[in-house]
């Protein structure tokens, strides 16, 4: 069935290509972006596309669209710490308003409803890997919190609107994903390392690179949204890759695949880094039958090569 999607974020990194899947699946998408992180250059190759629409805006203010829709994907918010460090207040309203605007139009469209959670929800966890049941570490006013408690408090509201109002709601936790179209500021560990060694500067590994991280390729990320669609699971469930490797390794991995000659040089951990970061992906494949296929090192060479081409 050709549906009209309203994805919102639909111009950042994962929202893009969230609607570049949609468009090449034959549905018709509505992007909704304000463009503090987002870019026009991530959704130019959709916008003579006629299935394709355009809302210039913040999703923190109330939002009116005349058309049907059938889904909304509410992907908009900043997601690295350099950016929602850098855009505190306007991180919490979009995970705090705008996810009540985009269930309230969910609500009023008779559409379904799918979150863009985060990883983050779970903090500096205890547990590893950490299950879906696990809930969370926070530091609520650490430098880290306006993003954890955005999310969470965008979780609260997503299952509070599908008990009281029985809203067709989905929540994705998205572990570390990279790929193309991730700025090369982004400020987060793959670009950061990629842009270092391409440019042959020290790679910076904050404290002492044994802290661990999973990285999921993005077009593994998002068929498993796809399939979280159409299936019929309402509470939270990690999207990630479980493969868990040590930023150290992850640096020599990088230095590796870019035959750069860059050093790694060490700087002080981050205010609430987390230690270890790695999903339990046992209900992805047991209720979506999803699980990440492609490998990082190929992932990697896609984004290298991606990267070689914007420096």
């Keep these: 069935m050709r549906m009209r999607i309203a994805v919102t974020g639909g111009a950042g990194f994962l929202g893009s290509h969230l609607c570049d899947f949609l468009l090449r699946k034959g549905h018709k998408v509505i992007c909704i972006d304000n463009f503090i992180t987002g870019t026009q250059d991530n959704i130019a190759p959709f916008l003579n596309n006629p299935d394709f629409k355009l809302i210039e805006q913040d999703v923190s203010k109330y939002i009116e669209i005349e058309d049907t829709i059938d889904w909304i994907l509410h992907f908009a918010s900043p997601a690295s710490p350099i950016d929602y460090q850098m855009y505190p207040i ?37 547990c590893n890997p950490q299950p879906e049941e696990y809930w969370g570490n926070v530091n609520p006013i650490g430098p880290r919190g306006v993003y954890d408690e955005a999310k969470r408090f965008a979780e609260a509201m997503a299952m509070a609107y599908h008990r009281y109002h029985n809203i067709n709601t ?28 391409l440019k042959g500067k020290n790679i910076t590994v904050y404290g002492d690179g044994s802290q661990t991280r999973s990285f999921c390729y993005v077009a593994d990320l998002i068929e498993g949204i796809w399939k979280l669609m159409n299936n019929e699971v309402y509470e939270p469930i990690n999207i990630g890759n479980p493969r868990e490797l040590t930023i150290l390794e992850f640096a020599n991995l990088v230095l590796k695949f870019t035959g750069s000659k860059s050093k790694i040089t060490y700087k002080s951990l981050p205010v609430n880094d987390p230690k270890v970061r790695r999903p339990d992906i046992k209900l992805a494949k047991e209720k979506l039958g999803w699980k990440p296929n492609i490998s990082l090192e190929e992932g990697l060479k896609k984004t290298i090569d991606y990267f070689k081409k914007k420096i």
């Design 90 to 126: 306007q991180t919490l309203k979009v995970g705090a308003l705008g996810t009540h605007n985009t269930l309230g139009l969910a609500k009023a469209k008779d559409a379904k409803f799918l979150l863009a959670s985060s990883s983050e929800v779970y903090g500096d966890p205890i």
């Design 170 to 197: 989905r929540i994705a936790r998205i572990f570390n994903t990279y790929g193309e179209r991730m700025r090369m500021n982004d400020g987060r560990v793959v670009p950061n390392f990629i842009t270092q060694a």
